[in-house]
């Protein structure tokens, strides 16, 4: 079956310039994660949405930094103004649980983003 | 807050003995623990999770993890490593309070040596 889908797969964008990152979870998947990990680190976490509804954004590093899900599936993880501190592979994750349940979270193969 | 700490960010160890990658937790709530596998431009892949049931798990591949509450650690273990186990390994917590972010190690990159 179709697992976690990100596009596009790598993305070069040139610093100040607007980018868009697209995850597709798995079919009927509640939550949706996304995670940004630098290299040579673990994935840390961005922002969280139940269905539609962004219930956690703690992680967002900036304002530059926006992430919807407006239908309760696809999700876009928008990041304005690119800086090179922002290179990094962003990760998506998806998973059937809701809060307080047991859950495993499936991730997608990740957005390699480079700011040149 | 919840944190963990690898041990070691580099394990090397030869084709058949035994693999040992380290762990520590620290969580205000009692834990969930997770290890993920990361290869070379593939996913992460749950390895085994813990969840407050039997205290020794048993994962895909071989490996299993011990929850040890008096020592706050999850070390992974794998009797007999095979060079496809060559890869980042990262353990993980969550707790079930509030949302389930992931909170992740630096990861435990695993050499084979043949």
């Known amino acids: 079956g179709a697992g976690v889908s990100q596009s596009p797969r790598y993305k070069v964008a040139k610093r100040g310039q607007d980018v868009a990152l697209r995850c597709d979870p798995i079919s009927g998947h509640v939550s949706l994660f996304w995670y940004q990990q630098a290299l040579g680190q673990g994935p840390e976490f961005l922002t969280y949405f139940q269905n539609e509804a962004q219930l956690d954004k703690s992680g967002l590093p900036s304002d530059r930094f926006f992430a919807e899900r407006p239908e309760g599936s696809v999700s876009t993880l928008k990041i304005q103004r690119t800086q090179q501190e922002d290179s990094a592979v962003y990760l998506c994750?998806?998973?059937?649980?809701?809060?307080?349940?047991?859950?495993?979270?499936?991730f997608g193969p990740g957005t390699r983003l480079t700011v040149t | 807050a919840q944190s963990v700490t690898q041990l070691d960010s580099h394990v090397s160890v030869s084709e058949g003995t035994p693999v040992l990658l380290r762990c520590n937790y620290s969580s205000s709530y009692s834990p969930s623990l997770f290890w993920y596998v990361q290869h070379p431009n593939k996913g992460l892949q749950l390895l085994l999770k813990?969840?407050?049931?039997?205290?020794l798990v048993k994962g895909i591949n071989g490996f299993e993890a011990e929850f040890k509450k008096s020592e706050t650690s999850f070390h992974l273990t794998k009797p007999s490593a095979h060079m496809s186990d060559a890869a980042e390994y990262f353990c993980?917590?969550?707790?079930?309070?509030?949302?389930?972010?992931?909170?992740f190690g630096t990861g435990t990159r695993l050499t084979i040596i043949p």
């Open positions: 993980v917590v969550s707790d079930l309070e509030g949302n389930e972010k992931l909170t």
């Open positions: 994750a998806s998973s059937l649980a809701l809060a307080g349940a047991s859950y495993e979270q499936y």
């Open positions: 813990y969840t407050s049931a039997a205290t």
